[in-house]
């Protein structure tokens, strides 16, 4: 079985404050996919990024950044200098090779101004 | 336009009265899967479908049904709802592999 786990459920920070969202994960496979969406107060899932297995390199698109450590099965999202818009619900999830996507349980980011 | 639809966006029903939730994407996904979004608890999978007439049971499937007839259609069936299927549906379609799930806009779920 696998597992995604989320543990800070709520996080509140000041515009312009870094966030870190932690996402940390179960599997017996080898091969693995590691995404994380999106989902603002209107409520549809935004894709943003995925990682597969054996792409341990970290990745920034401007303000965001991912840092994917196998070693402690750990795939964490990084806001820099946040803004009222980042606040959302974000959501890890982790799919096995035969295509089973498990979500975390969501943190919700409110960014206040 | 890539997408993947849900109808209807908002459903309000009575216990025990049966109702379908639709789901068609037009991206020739052979994977295809329903999800129930609950406060805490994440999206947790009902049922998923690896291809047409190719259907298994997720984390959650009691109380729900599902048909995959055709590629593109993917609709929940609720023979029976209940109050605790009162939730937030996702219905998602995807490659297999390193791709990512497109998601529908969700269903609203109201069961009194």
């Known amino acids: 079985a696998q597992k995604v786990t989320q543990a800070q459920t709520e996080i509140s920070v000041v515009e312009k404050e870094d966030v870190t969202l932690d996402c940390v994960y179960e599997t017996r496979d080898t091969t693995y996919y590691l995404f994380w969406y999106k989902q603002p107060p209107s409520g549809e899932l935004v894709f943003l990024i995925r990682r597969n297995s054996f792409d341990e390199q970290n990745e920034i698109s401007g303000r965001y950044s991912w840092n994917f450590q196998k070693s402690t099965s750990s795939f964490n999202f990084t806001i820099t200098a946040s803004q009222v818009v980042d606040s959302a619900v974000y959501f890890c999830?982790?799919?096995?090779?035969?295509?089973?996507?498990?979500f975390g349980g969501g943190t919700r980011l409110m960014v206040k101004p | 336009e890539a997408q993947v639809t849900q109808n209807p966006r908002y459903l309000i029903t009575v216990t025990g009265k049966k109702l379908t939730v639709t789901c068609s994407q037009n991206?020739?996904?052979?994977?295809m899967s329903w999800y129930r979004q609950d406060p805490g608890l994440g999206l947790r999978q009902i049922y998923y479908s690896m291809n047409v007439e190719v259907t298994d049971k997720g984390d959650v499937p009691e109380g729900y049904k599902v048909s995959r007839k055709e590629k593109r259609n993917f609709p929940l069936i609720l023979e029976s709802p209940s109050p605790n299927q009162t939730s937030l549906y996702f219905c998602a379609s995807s490659r297999f592999g390193n791709t990512e799930a497109f998601f529908g806009q969700g269903t609203r779920l109201t069961v009194v």
């Open positions: 991206m020739n996904h052979e994977y």
């Open positions: 999830a982790l799919r096995n090779a035969g295509n089973m996507l498990t």
